[in-house]
């Protein structure tokens, strides 16, 4: 199969333009854009071919930077499911509901996307040695991405990170280190060895594979839809790599003509009020984003205070008539019950983020009750416990009053 990638383009200057066919990192501190020849890839992956192929992201191989020369560092990854949540819906007003589910990928969590591909073309280019800064899931899918590829991985994780994740790297042989700092000051120290000749730097949005890798969940979507797009997508948001990949997926099927749909999507990204610089700068106006100073929340997939792609989240979202918006922080763990007794599945922090804005943009009337709403679960809750729930106790060395327990817990 050919290789239908012709070159990546510059996200701040379209003019200029960097080979397909080498490694590529970051242009002029600015991430890049990878573009194909959409006419041949309409022509290579028809719908009918996809139908036949394998359920994984590498059904979709004519839009990623790969042809048959390039072997895929796999776990064999499956398409995520589309949940349809009827009594969530109910509960919330609304007619149509779903969450595509990313916990159930190989390491719980949709960063397998972005770093099955990344570790594949970092090995494809001859790299031994690969490294990131990561708050918890990407660190652990680069671990256990770069062991299946057979090369040494090395993470700088800030030490209030999940135990899960943590040792989700040591297990899978990563060389790890604890910081004292928030991810985007780990990530300056990540760049210092990059450019050091350490390693190679695959942090969100240093290099332009991941971004493709993730670009498959919105083609994923675009195919459990019939290709008739939903009319909202909520995605919980730090760097928002994935936000901006789904938005490049459904602009490329648009071009190709796979869409069945009149309209695009508006896309929103949700952020906890403890760590909200992207919702800042879309309220300001802005294309860029200032810090977030002592960004604090227990989602910390989306404890980023400063994002590389800030500027290409924020012109999806205008683009698509979308927004950024905040969530109360104090309201996660209540969000991720609504969700869990509703229908059985469990969400994570970051994607319960989602459930608030849901409310508030119904209360708003910035939604109708009657749209399409896709809510995209990141990651296995299980992966954030700490501390158990508290419960009420019962002394099993003392008879039950049935009648008081009764009258109290029911």
Partial sequence: ???????????????????????????????????YDL??????????????????????????????????????????????CSRLAEQSGVRHLWIKDESQ????????????????????????????ASNGNAGGAMAMYAARGGIESVCFMPHDTPVANRSECYFAGAKLFETNGLIDQSGK??????????????????????????KTMGLELAEQFDWKLPDVILYPTGGGTALIAMWKAFKELEEMGFLESQTMPRMYAVQS???????????????????????????????????LGD?????????????????EESRLREWQKTVASAEGVMICPEAATCIGALEKLLAEKVIDPKERIVIINTAAAQKYFGD???????????????????????
């Fill in 388 to 410: 158990a729930p508290q419960v009420p106790f019962i002394d099993l060395s003392e008879p039950t009053d049935w009648a008081a327990f009764e009258a109290e817990h029911f």
């Fill in 189 to 214: 120290r990540i760049r210092e060895g990059h450019d050091r000749g350490l390693w190679f730097d695959i942090s969100t949005l240093k290099e332009p594979y991941r971004l493709e890798g993730k």
């Fill in 273 to 307: 009020d403890g760590c909200c610089p992207l919702v800042t700068a879309f309220d300001n106006g802005d294309r860029f984003a200032k810090r977030h100073e002592n960004a604090c929340t227990i989602a910390s997939g989306i404890r980023v205070p400063t994002a």
């Fill in 105 to 132: 990928l190989p390491t719980c969590s949709f960063k397998c996307r972005g770093l099955s591909l990344a570790v594949t073309m970092a090995r494809h280019f001859g790299q031994t040695r690969i490294a990131m």
């Fill in 311 to 327: 500027f290409m989240v924020l012109d999806t979202l205008r683009e698509s008539g979308g927004a950024a918006l905040a969530v």
């Fill in 39 to 84: 006419d041949g890839v309409a022509g290579a992956m028809s719908k009918s071919v996809l139908a036949a192929r394998r359920p994984d992201m590498w059904r979709y191989r004519e839009l990623l930077p790969v042809g048959d020369e390039i072997e895929p560092v796999s776990l064999n990854k499956f398409m995520s499911p589309m949940i349809k």
């Fill in 1 to 35: 199969m050919a290789r239908f990638i012709t070159h990546f383009q510059s996200a701040i200057d379209p003019s200029i333009e960097l080979p397909a066919d080498q490694l590529q990192t970051m242009h002029d501190n600015r991430p890049l854009w990878s573009r």
